[in-house]
């Protein structure tokens, strides 16, 4: 599917990460494999350091405290926004939703809508074709998207195919109407049937939490996990990103009218470093152009590590001046979409540590 929105802008992003920086090599300690090798998948993946919360600390948590800092800094106004869109995989509860939590806890105005969305890796790129439609309404202004997940929590940490590389984080991307803007390209697929290569199987109405789904078990090459777990086929997923995604990218690029050349970033979901330099070497374009050192310094944050690339490399020429910016999201779903448009000349793009 293709669209496009005129009139829209991003005027602000914040990322949120836990202070609790733990690294690979503690995480070998917990892998009945030997050290060499976990080595060896450090150093191709690119892993070393993840942020991951404290027991107990859920969604809401991030975002209050992100949505708090920028009220208090006068970044952001409580009453400023019309709409308030959540997008995660990791609720605070199965109801109500965690975006009308939020909106509780901050107390903020009743006149406000609130939409929970359920998306993974392809989510920020979701949450903004969302927030540009609502933005279409006359009495919504300015709509506050909120993209977090704590997926730390839902995995086994005895698993070495998914705990290394797993990070938590929230962001929180403010977009409004700018007459100036230019027009902004996106497409989006998805495919359900290709669904089992990335799900945590319990916990839901089809198989409900129980003892049972907590048990671990050998999944084979002394990976342990739970059926209350992520689960991930890692050869499934890789095979998916290299075959959808550069289509979908080279595509986006033609409905623009424009080439790959004239994009100065592409800023891509980051499952790991070796994945996205194959997907960079397929496409055609080159690695500097494609950030890719948000999972060694904060793990896999699902659709949270396009902002994370974001905030991470362009903090301080996006104040100043804008890009044109290629954004693709793809993973959980199976869901792959792109966005191509001008981001710069933000009111403020920082990282907060919770």
């Known amino acids: 599917m293709k669209l496009t929105f ?3 802008r991003i005027s602000g992003l914040l990322t949120v990460v836990p202070r609790h920086e733990q690294s690979f090599v503690e ?11 976990s080595r060896k998948l450090m150093e191709v993946m690119g892993y070393d350091k993840h942020r991951l919360v ?4 859920c969604v809401s948590d991030l975002a209050v405290a992100g949505l708090q800092h920028l009220f208090d800094k006068g970044a952001l106004g409580r009453d400023d926004f019309d709409a308030l869109i959540l997008v995660t995989q990791t609720p605070d509860h199965p109801m109500p939703p965690t975006s009308n939590v939020i909106q509780g806890r901050l107390q903020l105005k009743d006149d406000l809508f609130c939409l929970d969305i ?3 890796c392809a989510g920020f790129v979701v949450g903004l074709m969302q927030a540009f439609l609502l933005l279409e309404q006359p009495a919504i202004r300015k709509v506050v998207l909120v993209n977090a997940d704590v997926v730390s929590r839902k995995t086994s940490p005895k698993d070495r195919n998914s705990y290394p590389l797993i990070g938590d984080a929230a962001s929180i991307t403010v977009v409004e109407r700018g007459d100036s803007a230019g027009a902004i390209h996106a497409n989006i697929k998805m495919d359900g ?3 089992e290569a990335l799900m945590i199987p319990a916990g839901g109405m089809r198989l409900p939490h129980s003892e049972q789904t907590a048990v671990l078990e050998d999944v084979g090459d002394n990976n342990l996990r739970a059926q209350d777990h992520l689960r991930m086929d890692g050869s499934a997923v890789f095979n998916f990103v290299q075959v959808e995604v550069p289509p979908m990218v080279t595509s986006l ?3 623009a ?3 790959a050349d004239a994009v100065d970033w592409f800023l891509f979901h980051q499952p790991n470093r070796f994945m996205l330099q194959k997907l960079a070497d397929k496409i055609g374009i080159p690695h500097d152009k494609v950030p890719m050192n948000v999972v060694e310094k904060y793990g896999n944050s699902s659709g949270v590590t396009i902002p994370m690339a974001i905030v991470e490399n362009l903090k301080n020429e996006l104040v100043a001046r804008s890009f044109q910016v290629c954004l693709a999201g793809f993973g959980v779903g199976l869901t792959w979409g792109s966005m191509l448009m001008r981001l710069g000349e933000l009111q403020f793009c920082e990282m907060l540590e919770y």
């Not at 995480?27 to 090798?37: G, H, I, L, V």
Request: charged residues 35%; without cysteine.
């Open 6 to 8: 005129k009139g829209k």
């Open 27 to 37: 995480d070998m300690k917990q892998f009945n494999f030997p050290e060499a090798r």
């Open 54 to 57: 404290a027991d107990g600390v």
């Open 118 to 120: 359920n998306q993974g």
């Open 193 to 195: 049937t290709r669904r």
């Open 253 to 255: 690029l033609e409905q």
């Open 257 to 259: 009218g424009i080439d």
